[in-house]
Nanobody, 120 residues
Framework: QVQLVESGGGLVQAGGSLRLSCAASGSIFSINAMGWYRQAPGKQRELVAAITSGGSTNYADSVKGRFTISRDNAKNTVYLQMNSLKPEDTAVYYC??????????????WGQGTQVTVSS
């Protein structure tokens, strides 16, 4: 079994910063892409940022230039540095990972989510 545990959420003022972390543990052979999604009340879950095992990144247009995704492959951990936060960034943020539990066998795993609230 694989577990993803997020941390770093909280309440911040508009213009502030937060750094989210997500550590994967369990029966991991390797991890392909990792990413962050978010879901605000009444809205669908959306991709915020993703990063491949090789370091290629992709961002939602709404966060481009403000958020930075990175990963530490040795620690099976992905980070999301969020700067210049806006009230519209308020959401539950979920970590996602495409995990190979054995060579050639990958599955998608999700964390439990961490709340990010940005006050105006």
């Amino acid at each position: 079994q694989v577990q993803l545990v997020e941390s770093g959420g909280g309440l911040v003022q508009a213009g502030g910063s937060l750094r989210l972390s997500c550590a994967a543990s369990g029966s991991i052979f390797s991890i392909n892409a990792m990413g962050w999604y978010r879901q605000a009340p009444g809205k669908q879950r959306e991709l915020v940022a993703a990063i491949t095992s090789g370091g290629s990144t992709n961002y939602a247009d709404s966060v481009k230039g403000r958020f930075t995704i990175s990963r530490d492959n040795a620690k099976n951990t992905v980070y999301l540095q969020m700067n210049s936060l806006k009230p519209e960034d308020t959401a539950v943020y979920y970590c996602n990972a495409d995990v190979n539990v054995a060579r050639g066998f990958g599955s998608d795993y999700w964390g439990q989510g961490t709340q990010v609230t940005v006050s105006s």
